[in-house]
């Protein structure tokens, strides 16, 4: 059985990429609940692990431009 997180050609997902792929899947089924509670619940942990892979990546490479 493959890893669904690793991409042949591409270097393994680092554990926040996973998780936000994770919770992009738990987005996409919440919209079938229609409970807009919740829909801003994962709304806010997705804007929150952006936030700090953006700050791993501009740790990583100070000269990335992150727009």
Do not use: K, W, Y
Request: charged share 25%; glycine share 4%; with cysteine.
């Amino acid at each position: 059985m493959s890893d669904p997180f690793v991409v042949p050609g591409r270097e393994p997902m680092s554990p926040i990429e996973r998780t936000i792929a994770c919770c992009l899947e738990a987005r996409e089924a919440l919209g079938q609940i229609a409970d807009p509670f919740l829909q801003t619940l994962i709304d806010m942990l997705l804007l929150e692990l952006g936030s700090r892979l953006a700050e791993d990546i501009r740790r990583s490479n100070p000269n990335a431009i992150l727009s």
